[in-house]
């Protein structure tokens, strides 16, 4: 992998030059200069552009394009224009379109509209990737390659049904052992021949009635995707190994699984669309997420609109301020640049009422333009300085997209159980306490974190309970929720009690789950447990929950509340379970968040783990280290003005030689934040206190 060290902080985004007369691109560069950006991303979508007949190739336009960026000191994210492909391609080789979940071939048109394993698709990408790379490789503006751009097409054609009995047969080996995992005998499906065997969709409505075999579709189209990466990054890596490779991850991120992808781009990069009644906390969960798909390393927010999208059912304009406290909110979660779609906008196509650094009028005089200039120029103030920076924390969150999709596709015991609804809820209550939380993968080292939480964690892969049993043994305190633990990775589920490979970690087992009704509540009552150290909350006494209840049978386990209500009332809601040196707790139900929040911020104390800084609620803080120093964020998502006292949260040294920026001052004894205000206090690592 390529050490990803830019010259600068990325600023900037999306460029598409091949929609504009050549005189408007010296326009371009003037404003880009005005503006600060340093980094533009071309040209995603230019593939017919440069490659208008299957032997005619026309570089120069990009030639002189990128001449021009470079003169002007600008760099370049340079994209393979691998994900539109040209009309002539589709024409001739109409196999290499997808076929839909209702059997139907697609025509060319849209955008990542093909194949992703047809041969004769990756066989021109290939070819144009090799050219892209011997033209430009040596270039000085390139600073990054990103290949193709959001990928996550599936397809169900003969090529992919094809394909997908290959990836079975290396899973799996034999057809017995396939009928085995898949649990076939379940009305009948058994297979005698590999060839039996077609993809799930809406033609065989495999695609809900058989969740093991939609499971492994979906691994095997993630796989697709990446083998479409990987075709073109190996090019790339062969001719520029000195240059990073990475794609841009898609906002919504459900289809692919990201730590699949992973450790196959050089820096992760990925899309932040949110939606405008998103609070700030799902934002920086999906920060967070993005920084624990390569175990901690920082990332680029490489899409983001500056001012309103297109593409919602109301396009909320950003109102002033807000785009520079959500290129901060980027920073702060650890993230080396920050990046928009697009620098001039669309005059035609679907996307010409989505937001531009550089609107239809054409002039700087817009406020959008000139709040991009503003947060251009104080980004240019901070500069490098803490690129690569790392965070660390000492809770961890489990997230696992199997179990994403597996509690998507599970029949039952509830339509309402939602998975990133349930991280987030958990993440949210972490948050909103001032915790440094990484969110790490099923199978991550945990050893270096005092609590863990895994909320609803489904599905559990080979491996998986015994390193939450190892973790908890060794003195972690472990947050199991409700619906955790109920399936292998085939989706079968663990017989001789719920949740079968945790049962002798949480010290008990659950003989069934009831569904409450939408609005329907049970109460949990608190203070039950035998010990006063065992007390789950912060003096609650008893709170709603809702959505599932489990019903436990402790074996070993010590009840700490029970249910208030129904046939069940007075049997147990939340256990706690002593194992090795550590604690190991059950949530059975859907606690309000009041509750969760209470919960955890306990479990913490407990744990002796602190909050980053003190501050209201409203103030969103982190913290990146790097080397000797380390650079605290805040971030006002309030409409009100926020003080805090930094004389008294850091040590006399610290606070007397720190800087804050982005104005690069003294830090001040009070600090006033503004409405939607930022603020990065940069101070001595070995100095802080730790809070
Ligand atoms: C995605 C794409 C961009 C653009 C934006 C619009 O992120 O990658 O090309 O379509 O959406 O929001
Ligand atoms: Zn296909």
Redesign the pocket.
């Known amino acids: 992998m390529v050490p990803t060290k830019f010259p600068v902080l990325p600023y900037g985004g ?1 460029y598409n030059p091949d929609q504009w007369p050549e005189d408007i691109w010296h326009e371009d560069m003037r404003l880009f200069r005005e503006a600060g950006i340093n980094t533009l991303t071309l040209p ?1 979508f230019a593939w017919a552009r440069i490659q208008p007949a299957p032997d005619v190739f026309d570089f120069e336009w990009l030639d002189r394009i990128l001449g021009l960026i470079h003169e002007n000191g600008l760099k370049v994210c340079l994209s393979t224009p691998t994900v539109a492909q040209p009309a002539w391609m589709a024409r001739m080789h109409p196999e290499m379109m997808p076929v839909d979940e209702h059997g139907r071939r697609r025509n060319h048109g849209k955008r990542v509209n093909f194949c992703p394993n047809s041969p004769i698709y990756r066989h021109h990408a290939a070819i144009i990737t090799e050219k892209m790379a011997g033209r430009y490789g040596d270039h000085p503006a390139l600073m990054l390659w990103h290949v193709a ?2 990928y996550g097409t599936w397809c169900f054609c003969d090529t992919c049904a094809a394909a997908f009995r290959e990836w079975l047969k290396a899973r799996y080996g034999t057809i017995e052992a396939l009928n085995r995992h898949w649990n076939l005998s379940f009305w009948g499906h058994l297979v005698s021949d590999w060839e039996d065997v077609v993809p799930p969709s809406e033609l065989n409505d495999d695609n809900k009635w058989y969740p093991a075999k939609m499971l492994d579709y979906q691994r095997f189209m993630t796989d697709a995707s990446i083998g479409c990466f990987e075709n073109e990054a190996a090019i790339l890596r062969r001719v520029t190994p000195n240059i990073p490779v990475t794609t ?1 991850i ?2 919504l991120i459900h289809r692919l699984d990201q730590f699949r992808f992973a450790p196959h781009v050089d820096i992760i990069a990925w ?1 932040n ?1 949110p939606h405008p009644t998103d609070p700030p906390a799902k934002v920086a969960l999906k920060h967070d997420l993005m920084r624990g798909l390569r175990d901690g390393q920082s990332f680029l927010m490489i ?1 983001s ?1 500056p001012s309103q ?3 919602q059912p109301y396009n909320v304009l950003k109102q002033p301020g807000l785009l520079r406290l959500l290129g901060y909110q980027a920073l702060a979660h650890g993230a080396d640049g920050v990046m928009y ?1 697009q620098m001039r906008a669309s005059v035609g196509g679907v ?1 010409k009422f ?1 937001g531009a650094v550089i609107g239809h009028s054409g002039t700087a005089d817009t406020r959008v333009f000139r709040e991009c200039a503003a947060i251009g120029r104080e980004l240019e103030a901070i500069g490098v300085r803490f690129q690569g920076a790392r965070t660390s924390s000492r809770v961890a969150v489990i997230f696992d997209w199997d179990s994403w999709w597996g509690t998507a596709l599970s029949s039952g015991p509830s339509r309402d159980l939602e998975y990133f609804a349930q991280v987030q809820k958990w993440y949210t209550a972490l948050h909103g306490a001032h915790h440094s939380v990484d969110i790490v993968r099923h199978d991550a080292d945990l050893s270096g974190y005092d609590l863990v939480v895994a909320p609803l964690l489904y599905l559990l892969h080979p491996g998986d309970a015994a390193r939450l049993e190892m973790f908890v043994s060794c003195g972690g305190t472990l947050v199991v929720t409700t619906f955790s633990g109920m399936v292998d990775e085939n989706d079968n589920v663990g017989t001789g009690g719920y949740p079968a490979e945790l049962r002798h970690l949480l010290g008990l087992w659950v003989e069934e789950f009831d569904a409450l009704l939408p609005g329907q509540k049970n109460r949990m009552l608190l203070s039950q447990a035998r010990s006063v150290e065992a007390l789950p909350g912060n003096g609650m006494t008893a709170c709603d929950c809702g959505l599932l209840c489990g019903l436990v049978r402790p074996t070993d386990a010590e009840p700490a509340a029970r249910y208030g209500e129904g046939f069940y009332a007075g049997t147990p809601c939340l256990t706690r379970n002593e194992y090795g040196q550590g604690t190991a707790w059950y949530v059975a139900t859907d606690p309000e968040d009041a509750f969760v929040s209470e919960f955890l911020q306990a479990r913490c104390r407990e744990a002796g783990i602190l909050p980053v800084l003190e501050a209201p609620a409203a103030v969103e803080v982190t913290r990146r280290e790097t080397g000797d120093r380390q650079f605290t964020f805040l971030l006002n998502h309030a409409q009100t003005t926020h003080t805090l006292d930094l004389a008294a949260s850091f040590p006399p040294k610290a606070f007397t030689t720190g800087r804050l920026w982005p104005d690069n001052l003294p830090l001040p004894r009070t600090l006033t934040l503004p409405p939607l205000g930022v603020a990065i206090l940069e101070t001595e690592t070995d100095n802080v206190k730790e809070a």
């Open positions: 999306d995603v751009n959001e841009n898609s906002g899309d669309y899409e609109t999208q297109n593409w779609f996307e989505h």
